[in-house]
């Protein structure tokens, strides 16, 4: 099994920007998810294996992009403009499907520690 891990969260002041790390992604479909506290997981963004096809979450079209290098086994999420409903545990993982505006992704069952982003000022 493949061991994944997040990294890059963080506190930033609204209007701010972080880019979250996942290590481990190989040539996998992968995805990034999120959990708020008080909420379910959520979809955020997903990539196909060498980065060709991407589908996001509609709250976050224009503010966030998912990328990958396969070379360095690692898939990214920039986070820009960011407002205090993003803040949550963010999750990488692979999926096995990327979802689209019918069914949305499918993420594999295992979940990592995730990693924290705080949108406050």
């Known amino acids: 099994q493949v061991h994944m891990v997040e990294s890059g969260g963080g506190l930033v002041q609204p209007g701010g920007s972080l880019r979250l790390s996942c290590t481990g992604s190989a040539q996998y479909a992968m995805g990034w998810f999120r959990q708020a506290p008080g909420k379910e997981r959520e979809f955020v963004a997903t990539?196909?294996?060498?980065?060709?096809?991407?589908y996001y979450a509609d709250f976050v079209k224009g503010r966030f992009t998912i990328s990958r290098d396969n070379t360095m086994n690692t898939m990214y999420l920039q986070m820009n403009s960011l407002k205090p409903e993003d803040t949550a545990v963010y999750y990488c993982n692979r999926v096995f499907t990327l979802g689209s505006s019918v069914t949305p992704p499918s993420p594999f069952p295992t979940w990592g520690q995730g990693t924290q982003v705080t949108v406050s000022s």
């Open positions: 990539i196909n294996w060498n980065g060709g096809t991407t």
